[in-house]
């Protein structure tokens, strides 16, 4: 038995056999074919047939959205121009796996040069190529693995593409080499509820059908498990199971101190599904999504709609919205127009409305109009806040549309630095851990190279949650967090430890989180934060929390 370490996403425990996703195929060398045109013609046809029937039979056996996508994968694979391309390039003495390689891979040029429904095809082009390409080599197709039953799936990290088709029936758990706790895998993984851990950088020795323990709760992959180690982590499943059937009670610690379990929602459809959940409002409305499809800002009576929908769905409840947060990892072509080096420290956020003001007037009408409509309590507050002066200009303008509670968020090390400051302004501040993370260390939140160092339980990051938290206490006003620092259990009780007054998460966190708030008295998530505190590094921070959790102080 051997335990490997990594960063676990959730509470969840499970076992089973590993399926390990096969890393994409080195590009073929241009050879000459030893086996001739004619026997090369006959392989391709018969890798090409069989790819094209497996796409179809997993699409029969999948249904729904993912049927019709590999159907049409099917249909690619089998297209005959595509096939006269692989003819020409076998007839001039190529090897089947190149001339594959290269007819799909100028077709995909071709596609991808179109723009559009086409042009993102393109990836699914590939998918088929490397999937015929594995089928002459006889080795493994890429991608998810489909063993035939259900399996713990071990990857480098998951693209976005490879996990559109995820089988949660087949999936029991997810094991990553490579990401961190803020990684589209962790994210993916939250929000389905699936049992992870990310960055088990030793999990690369796993071999498929190894039998492993998954325990996300102590981000500990048990290797060989003993049949007493299974029965035990049934039994916690079983219990797990039991504990998200309880009934849902509002946020609160052990000894009773409130701690409002809100929703980070990023579209008024999901408001009902965040409720059944238990979310006791919304600490996060995520206002994009209404502007990154369209080429301008939609409407007043666009935006008044969408928001009266939202609202509608919390009737006496806590709403925050926030004001658009353009940039970086959220372009809009028209606010941010110009290029920037590094558009993260550029004109975002706050930033960006100022710049525009007139959106953030428009947005703020629609906000009030729907306010005036509906019983919610709605704040609002505004992105990217660095300065004590933006805070006192986003007050004062949110004040002009009768926004009764106005605050910011804290993303930027400045603003939470000078929390006491900004917070004699702001009706409120929220954290958005996932920001503060990529400033306070400065490393890219979309840069996989950099991943590790995106880790808020950095000591760095948790003392300027502190620093925040103290600002909050000073002025007595709610420091909220928002960012998916809030949806790991453990770190919920050090942020709350730290000052936290309301923590805001995908729903699906949300039962995770409450279970484990019980478990731990406000004076115990202090001693436990200090332990994180007292740390020089977020893996000696997490371990600290774990072992302080796990040794409750003695009377
Ligand atoms: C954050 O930065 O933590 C946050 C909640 O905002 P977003 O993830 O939308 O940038
Ligand atoms: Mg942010």
Same mark, same amino acid.
Request: aromatic content about 4%; glycine content about 8%; cysteine-free.
């Given at each position: 038995m051997t335990e490997l370490r990594g960063v676990g996403i959730g509470l969840g425990i499970t076992h089973g056999p590993i399926a390990r996703m096969a890393e994409p195929l080195p590009a073929p060398e241009d050879v000459p074919s030893a086996l001739g045109a004619d026997a090369e013609t006959a392989r391709v046809r018969e890798a090409i047939a069989a790819v094209a029937r497996e796409l179809e039979e997993r699409g029969a056996t999948a249904g729904g959205a993912a049927q019709e996508v590999l159907e049409a994968q099917a249909m690619m694979a089998e297209d005959p121009a595509l096939e006269d391309e692989?003819?020409?390039?076998?007839?001039?003495?190529?090897?089947?796996?190149?001339?594959?390689?290269?007819?799909?891979?100028?077709?995909?040029?071709?596609?991808?040069?179109?723009?559009?429904?086409?042009?993102?095809?393109?990836?699914?082009?590939?998918?088929?190529?490397?999937?015929?390409? @594995?089928?002459?080599?006889?080795? $493994? *197709?890429? !991608?998810?693995? =489909?063993?035939?039953?259900?399996? +713990?799936?071990? &990857?480098?990290?998951?693209?976005?593409?490879?996990?559109?088709?995820?089988?949660?029936?087949?999936?029991?758990?997810?094991?990553?080499?490579?990401?961190?706790?803020?990684?589209?895998?962790?994210?993916?993984?939250?929000?389905?509820?699936?049992? @992870?851990?990310?960055?088990?950088? $030793? *999990?690369? !020795?796993?071999? =498929?059908?190894?039998?492993?323990? +998954?325990?996300? &709760?102590?981000?500990?992959?048990?290797?060989?498990?003993?049949?007493?180690?299974?029965?035990?982590?049934?039994?916690?499943?079983?219990?797990?199971?039991?504990?998200?059937?309880?009934p849902i009670t509002p946020g609160a610690l052990a000894d009773g101190t409130a701690v409002p379990l809100l929703a980070n929602l990023g579209k008024p459809a999901d408001a009902a599904k965040a409720v059944e959940l238990g979310a006791e409002g919304v600490g996060l409305f995520r206002t994009e999504f209404l502007f990154l499809s369209s080429s301008q800002a939609p409407t007043v009576e666009e935006q008044t709609k969408a928001y009266t929908e939202l609202l509608a769905a919390f009737p006496g409840k806590k709403v925050v919205v926030r004001a658009l947060d353009a940039g970086a990892d959220?372009?809009?072509?028209?606010?941010?127009?110009?290029?920037?080096?590094?558009?993260?420290?550029?004109?975002?956020?706050?930033?960006?409305?100022?710049?525009?003001?007139?959106?953030?007037?428009?947005?703020?009408?629609?906000?009030?109009?729907?306010?005036a409509a509906t019983e919610a309590d709605l704040w609002v507050m505004a992105p990217m806040v660095s300065t004590v002066e933006e805070t006192e200009y986003f007050v004062t303008i949110a004040r002009e549309y009768g926004i009764k509670t106005a605050g910011v968020m804290v993303e930027v090390p400045s603003s939470?630095?000078?929390?006491?400051?900004?917070?004699?302004?702001?009706?409120?501040?929220?954290?958005?851990?996932?920001?503060?993370?990529?400033?306070?260390?400065?490393?890219?939140?979309?840069?996989?190279?950099?991943?590790?160092?995106?880790?808020?339980?950095?000591?760095?990051?948790?003392?300027?949650?502190?620093?925040?938290?103290?600002?909050?206490?000073?002025?007595?006003?709610?420091?909220g967090i928002c960012g998916e620092a809030a949806a790991d259990p453990l770190l919920a009780v050090v942020l709350v430890g730290l000052g936290a007054t309301t923590l805001s998460m995908a729903p699906t966190a949300l039962a995770d989180v409450r279970a484990t708030l019980l478990n731990h008295s406000l004076d115990d998530a202090k001693r436990i934060a200090e332990a994180a505190l007292a740390a020089s590094d977020a893996a000696s921070a997490r371990t600290a929390a774990q072992d302080a959790a796990a040794h409750p102080k003695e009377n």
């Open positions: 692989v003819g020409t390039r076998l007839a001039a003495g190529k090897t089947g796996e190149f001339a594959v390689f290269d007819a799909f891979a100028s077709f995909r040029d071709q596609l991808a040069a179109m723009g559009g429904y086409l042009g993102e095809r393109a990836a699914d082009l590939d998918d088929v190529a490397q999937r015929v390409i @594995a089928r002459l080599r006889g080795v $493994a *197709a890429p !991608g998810v693995p =489909d063993p035939g039953h259900p399996f +713990v799936l071990v &990857a480098k990290d998951l693209a976005p593409a490879d996990t559109a088709l995820l089988d949660l029936d087949k999936v029991l758990a997810l094991i990553t080499t490579e990401g961190g706790p803020t990684s589209h895998t962790a994210i993916l993984a939250r929000e389905k509820s699936i049992v @992870a851990i990310v960055g088990v950088t $030793a *999990a690369s !020795g796993l071999a =498929d059908g190894d039998t492993v323990i +998954v325990d996300a &709760a102590a981000g500990i992959v048990t290797t060989e498990p003993t049949a007493d180690e299974i029965a035990q982590a049934e039994r916690r499943e079983a219990d797990r199971a039991a504990a998200a059937d309880a959220k372009p809009l072509a028209f606010l941010n127009d110009a290029h920037e080096e590094n558009p993260a420290l550029g004109l975002r956020g706050l930033r960006a409305l100022r710049a525009s003001e007139d959106i953030l007037r428009e947005q703020l009408t629609a906000l009030a109009n729907a306010d939470a630095l000078l929390a006491d400051k900004v917070l004699a302004h702001a009706d409120f501040a929220s954290i958005g851990t996932n920001d503060l993370t990529q400033y306070t260390l400065a490393a890219d939140r979309l840069l996989g190279s950099v991943s590790s160092f995106q880790d808020p339980w950095h000591p760095a990051v948790l003392q300027l949650v502190k620093t925040t938290g103290d600002g909050g206490a000073k002025h007595g006003k709610p420091v």
